[in-house]
């Protein structure tokens, strides 16, 4: 069997972020893992000790609907309640919960795509922040200059490209954002 049961990039592609913290919801989880969603809800639930608010939450209502609106996923129709978001740490303790060789191989396979993301979006930000003093620095002075740093922009973010993003905003709250 390979030690990893599924690609870094297609597990990225499953991390969300909502309530500001990067997460994957059960459904996702359940599907990588391998087994049914209500089966991993079950384990979660008899082991609830081990999955405090910052490894596990459950999605309102509202987060849910937005959700599936923004995704566009019809394969979560039906649902009865509103599913779990669990962060980097909870995936961890899922491993454990579920004890299954599958679920340890997958679990390395998500913390590797999380550390990923960390790396890609680091980079990202110091790319960007370095871009933004060349330009401070240079484009004021040429038109060329600043005619190369638009078309920088232009290529790190598209027209037409969209950027998948949720605004949540419930009661008591200024907004939230999931990003996929």
């Excluded at 639930?45 to 490894?55: A, G, H, Q, W, Y």
């Excluded at 997958?106 to 590797?112: D, E, K, L, P, S």
């Excluded at 003093?133 to 600043?146: G, N, S, V």
Aim: charged fraction near 35%.
């Amino acid at each position: 069997m390979p030690d990893e049961l599924i690609p870094v990039d297609f597990a990225m592609t499953k991390i969300l972020q909502i309530r500001g913290q990067k997460v994957m919801i059960a459904p996702d989880l359940a599907e990588l893992y391998g087994v049914e969603t209500r089966r991993l809800n079950e384990q979660v639930k008899r082991n609830i000790e081990r999955f405090p608010e910052d490894f596990m939450f459950q999605l309102s209502v509202e987060e849910f609907s937005e959700l599936k609106n923004q995704l566009q996923d019809s394969s979560w129709g039906g649902r009865r309640t509103e599913p779990y978001a669990f962060t980097e740490q909870g995936i961890a303790m899922l491993s454990s919960v579920l004890n299954s060789d599958r679920a340890i191989k997958v679990n390395i396979a998500i913390m590797r795509a999380f550390v990923e993301m960390r790396q890609l979006l680091s980079s990202y930000e110091e790319f960007s922040e370095k871009l933004a003093e060349l330009e401070e620095k240079y484009a004021q002075h040429d038109e060329k200059i600043r005619k190369i740093f638009e078309a920088i922009y232009q290529l790190m973010n598209p027209e037409g490209k969209e950027t998948k993003t949720i605004d949540f905003k419930t009661e008591g709250d200024n907004g939230r954002k999931c990003k996929k």
